[in-house]
């Protein structure tokens, strides 16, 4: 298979790096640190080019692939129209032309609310004791600086944006909009305001995608939209691999949904040294001798480590004897955490038992998660046709850690499908399209905090034996 990969003089990405960018997931032995002398694929796997070039990629089957928003070719032009992907930890905002659906700009930037909680119940907690208002003006703060600093990128006035689509978990548009969340933060979690209708600021006429339930908010509906799941006959499953874990399977003209707390793990939150996938991130860690050698994105000085770096390293800890079959750190594993780099700044960078713990509860909660969802629908995870994977995080992850770690349960590999930012791909394509009325079919919402089916599953994901 032939693929085009553009670059230029400017790039400091490796060619693994850019294909990534472009959906297709390539596991190097030594993530581009040319360790493996470049020999599991018919380029040097170091290689920066700084010219378009085309290269030649092995059978992908097995392997994560698919398509996102970022892979489209960012072109010349005035934007109208502003995608806003409002996500607990990251906020995506994407620039298009309405009328072809052309891609303008896009930017990405920490969630300003994380100074009031890193996950959804502790920004529930401050709203409901009186910090509404502040969560409030920070998001839309951020969102006016953010939308100047994009519109500067494009050489054009925020005023020349007419239409602007939204969507987001059901707790997130609760304090965009200043909603009351104390139904959000106890049993049994009932939404008492619909879903926002379509309304105007200034001259911007503005759309929020309606949510499914209390934890499946809007952000999922344009996955689904995304991935036309519901355009099918055989069981399909939507996995946002984010700090909620949102997830739906669809069946029998039925959708089963629910959200598992994976926390902010995979996000790079709730890490000793963790941070958000920037340039600088640390995204991938093998142990060569035991050493761990680290690849950071842009191959730039290590600031910190990512979700998916956190993943391979700990899928790395348990091929390497540091986890025991009863997911127990061994007593290889030093006491203070294990050492992996010095920062840009000089400052060490270690991954401690914490964070193998929050990965490992995350991973679990997952897991369980997934098969309480087919436990619900009355079918097996073989009965399942396609997996799509939703979340920009995926870009990075390697199937064999996935694999090891049993993120996603016994699903075949090769029904896999990495779809990158559903989000801003679904807002995108209501965008365009514009129904009169969004048809969903029937939600059956499963409380994975009330299943003793989840409960069970949850502490067997917690071992890594056969």
């Known amino acids: 298979m032939k693929i085009s990969v553009m670059a230029d003089k400017t790039n400091k990405q490796n060619i693994l790096t850019l294909l990534e960018q472009m959906g297709y997931s390539l596991p190097c032995n030594c993530h581009g640190q040319h360790h493996c002398n470049g020999k599991q694929y018919p380029f040097d796997c170091s290689l920066i080019p700084k010219e378009p070039l085309t290269v030649s990629l092995p059978d992908t089957s097995g392997r994560i692939t698919g398509i996102a928003l970022e892979d489209m070719t960012v072109t010349s032009g005035t934007g109208d129209t502003l995608l806003i992907d409002l996500g607990t930890t990251t906020i995506a905002l994407a620039l298009i032309e309405r009328s072809s659906g052309a891609l303008r700009q896009t930017l990405n930037f920490s969630n300003p609310q994380r100074t009031y909680g890193a996950d959804i119940v502790a920004r529930i907690h401050a709203a409901c004791s009186g910090s509404l208002k502040s969560l409030q003006h920070a998001v839309i703060s951020a969102l006016k600086e953010k939308i100047a600093l994009l519109c500067r990128n494009n050489r054009q006035l925020p005023e020349q944006i007419t239409s602007c689509f939204i969507a987001g978990n059901t707790a ?35 759309t929020i995608l309606p949510w499914l339930s209390a934890f499946v908010g ?24 984010g700090t909620n874990g949102e997830m739906a399977l669809y069946h029998n003209s039925t959708l089963y949904t629910a959200a598992a707390a994976a926390g902010p793990a995979f996000e790079g939150g709730g890490l ?18 035991l050493r761990p050698v680290v690849a950071t994105i842009d191959n730039t000085l290590p600031i910190g480590i990512c979700g998916s770096g956190a993943i391979q390293l700990c899928a790395e800890l348990i091929r390497n004897g540091y986890v025991n079959e009863k997911g127990v750190l061994s007593e290889r594993f030093p006491a203070d955490g294990i050492f992996l780099s010095p920062s840009a700044q000089g400052t060490p960078l270690f991954f401690t038992p914490e964070d193998f713990r ?93 299943s003793p089916y989840f409960e069970k599953r949850f502490i067997h994901h917690m071992t890594y034996s056969d």
């Open 272 to 289: 000793s040294c963790g941070c958000p996938a920037v340039s600088g991130a640390i995204c991938g860690v093998r142990f060569k001798r």
């Open 358 to 450: 929050n990965i490992q509860l995350a991973v679990a909660a997952i897991a369980a998660g997934i098969e309480t969802l087919a436990d619900a629908a009355r079918i097996s995870l073989d009965e399942i046709s396609d997996f799509y994977l939703g979340g920009g995080f995926g870009f990075y992850l390697n199937l064999e850690d996935c694999q090891t770690l049993k993120l996603f349960s016994s699903v075949a590999p090769d029904k896999i499908r990495f779809m990158g930012n559903t989000c801003l791909r679904g807002l995108r394509e209501f965008a365009i399209k514009t129904p009169d009325s969004l048809t969903l079919p029937a939600v059956k919402q499963i409380s994975l905090a009330d």
């Open 172 to 206: 997130m548009i609760h304090l965009l909009m200043g909603y009351d969340c104390r139904s959000l933060g106890s049993s049994p979690f009932a939404i008492e305001v619909p879903s926002p209708e379509p309304f105007f600021y200034q001259n911007c006429s503005i």
């Open 218 to 241: 809007g952000d999922i509906t344009a996955g689904l939209i995304a991935c036309q799941i519901t355009d099918r006959d055989n069981p399909a499953f939507f996995l946002d691999l």
